[in-house]
């Protein structure tokens, strides 16, 4: 079974240009969470979605960042004319339909350099 | 949310026994307490989580008082891999949480 999946694990872009960041949950989850890490800094919570739905997005900023969760195909992140202040770790984690534990499963991270 | 605090960093060497203490003095009721791992460049790992008393897994234990005011972390004979950041989270146990990170505790163990 594999794990949460994230590509690309690497990108590099430069200022005003678009990122598009994307996560395959584990088999069978349904729950999508994206978390944003900054150098030397914890993970701040970005968004959660459910397949189609966004359930919360109160991390999210309020321009130029999106984040969806089609019914088919991984979930994306899209940062618009990226800016400097955007390079950090984007991570995802997936956890199944029924909770019980606050346990998410996190991919390996994309790495977003804005030159 | 409840507010967690815990030490920056912390030294040890391989073969002792580690533990780290957070505070979460704001605790509400529902909540539970959860630590997570994270080694250099991949995401963080779920280790242990606990609602009172003591909890107990292969990897780790968890101590927490009855005020629950605050928890240990507990991590028997650590070895160079254990060299991480640690996490202590406050939540809801409701599986659907999302997670609030502070800065954790930087583990180092060294030879």
């Known amino acids: 079974n594999a794990g949460v999946m994230q590509n690309p694990r690497h990108l590099v872009r430069r200022r005003g240009q678009e990122a598009r960041l994307r996560c395959s949950p584990m088999?069978?989850?349904?729950?999508v969470y994206w978390y944003r890490q900054l150098p030397e800094e914890g993970l701040k919570f970005m968004v959660y979605?459910?397949?189609?739905?966004?359930?919360?997005e109160s991390g999210m900023p309020k321009e130029r960042f999106s984040a969806e969760f089609p019914k088919e195909g991984p979930s994306i992140l899209r940062i618009q004319q990226v800016v400097r202040g955007d390079s950090a770790a984007y991570f995802c984690?997936?956890?199944?339909?029924?909770?019980?534990?606050?346990?998410?499963?996190f991919g390996p991270g994309t790495r977003l350099t804005v030159l | 949310l409840a507010k967690t605090t815990q030490p920056i960093s912390m030294d040890s060497y391989e073969g002792q026994e580690v533990n780290i203490t957070c505070s979460h003095n704001?605790?509400?009721?529902?909540?539970?307490i959860t630590w997570y791992q994270q080694f250099p460049s991949q995401g963080p790992r779920f280790i242990i989580q606990?609602?009172?008393t003591k909890v107990t897994n292969e990897v780790a234990s968890l101590f927490i008082p009855a005020d629950r005011k605050s928890s240990t972390l507990s991590l028997p004979r650590v070895s160079l891999s254990d060299t991480a950041v640690y996490y202590c989270?406050?939540?809801?146990?409701?599986?659907?949480?999302?997670?609030?990170f502070g800065k954790g505790t930087m583990l180092l163990v060294s030879p």
């Open positions: 984690a997936s956890s199944p339909p029924r909770g019980g534990y606050n346990e998410q499963f």
């Open positions: 088999k069978g989850h349904s729950h």
């Open positions: 979605l459910q397949k189609e739905n966004i359930i919360d």
């Open positions: 704001n605790i509400a009721t529902n909540d539970y």
């Open positions: 606990g609602y009172k």
């Open positions: 989270l406050v939540a809801l146990n409701s599986g659907y949480s999302t997670l609030t």
